[in-house]
């Protein structure tokens, strides 16, 4: 499984990253792993899973996480996360 994690303000991307994940987990397992993983990597406080992103992310292998998601302040406008290669 492939993750592509990237970061926005203002339409322009400030970082990504990209999360393999080869090992026989579950793709839940891998999704919170690979969460996890770009979190610490970006020295993010890890997301919260909102019912609004749990939606976007059944139906589109898709989740941007906006500030509404952080118990911090973050210094982007949202953190988009994205599965682009399931096993």
């Known amino acids: 499984m492939r993750i592509w994690a990237r970061q926005f303000k203002d339409t322009h991307m400030l970082c990504q990253e990209l999360v ?4 026989n987990d579950t793709r839940t397992h891998k999704v919170f792993k690979a969460l996890e993983t770009v979190s610490q990597n970006m020295d993010l406080a890890q997301p919260i899973w909102l019912d609004k992103n ?3 992310f059944k ?3 898709v989740v941007k996480f906006g500030q509404d ?3 911090e302040e973050v210094p ?3 953190l988009e996360f994205r599965v682009i290669e399931e096993d």
Do not use: C, G, L, M
């Open 59 to 61: 139906k589109n292998a």
């Open 69 to 71: 998601s952080f118990i």
């Open 76 to 78: 982007f406008d949202y």
């Open 54 to 56: 749990i939606k976007a």
């Open 20 to 23: 393999i994940d080869e090992s």
